[in-house]
């Protein structure tokens, strides 16, 4: 999205003042009390306007797609007309706003232009598998293919036979809930890439090792991955309607 087509769709941001941000001032003139349902619906559209300044935009669609359920909940528990037809106006501005980005992502995508690239510093914490597949793995997807050079040496684990013996169990387990998992094992794959069969693709320039390993099995990121620190690395993700099997 060029600069000047992101101005013609910028108008939810207008209101934005200097010292208060504009989700806020939306609650205030609409006469809502910070209550739990208005301040979680605050918290989470301040963070799509950032999210959305930032040219963020899938981000920012989860985020004011969210922040719109959550609005309509407050909608549905105000009694007064007058904050009620406020609150309607806004919750439509938001809605305009997601629509347009929705359909410039879904353009990107039909054009194969879609790329956007996360960068993972040194120690950093809060980029787990799930942080950063969550959003791609739509109901509709049923397959997803790995490719890693580096998922069973010894630096990821306890040796090869070992890791050989670990994915053997994970497949058995998979498989008692209706998951299939095929291995295939090659001596000369370089390239590190994953693919979700309803068009995206996420290249880690570390593969799926790019966690640092846990001091000790008591430490916070020894289960809870989004604690644990991890290695600088950049993560490329695109979307091709056309995506084929590894």
């Known amino acids: 999205m060029s600069r000047d087509h992101y ?15 504009p989700v806020s001032r939306i609650m205030a003139k609409s006469g809502l009390g910070l209550d739990a349902g208005s301040s979680a619906a605050v918290t989470v559209l ?9 040219f963020r935009y899938q981000s920012a669609l989860v985020c004011y797609q969210e922040g ?22 806004k919750i439509s501005g938001y809605m305009d706003r997601a629509e347009n980005i929705k359909k410039y992502l879904d353009q990107e995508k039909e054009d194969g232009k879609y790329h956007k690239q996360i960068k993972i510093d040194e120690n950093a914490i809060g980029f787990s598998y799930e942080s950063l597949f969550q959003e791609y793995l739509s109901d509709t997807v049923t397959e997803v293919w790995i490719e890693d050079p580096y998922i069973r040496y010894i630096h990821q684990g306890d040796g090869k036979e070992r890791q050989i013996s670990g994915l053997k169990e994970i497949k058995e387990s998979l498989r008692s809930h209706g998951v299939l998992l095929e291995l295939e094992y090659s001596s000369s794959i370089h390239d590190r890439e994953i693919r979700f069969n309803n068009g995206w693709i996420i290249k880690i320039g570390r ?17 809870d991955f989004d604690l644990r620190p991890c290695h600088e690395t950049t993560v490329d993700i ?9």
């Open 7 to 21: 101005a013609e769709v910028k108008q939810i941001h207008l209101w934005q003042g200097l010292s208060r941000s």
């Open 46 to 54: 301040k963070r799509a306007v950032e999210l959305d300044s930032e």
């Open 68 to 89: 719109i359920d959550l609005l309509l909940q407050v909608l549905k528990g105000t009694k007064d007309d007058t904050k009620k037809d406020n609150l309607r106006k």
């Open 207 to 223: 593969g799926l090792d790019y966690f640092k390993k846990p001091q000790n099995r008591f430490s916070l990121g020894y289960c």
């Open 238 to 246: 695109f979307h091709n309607k056309h995506t084929k099997k590894i």
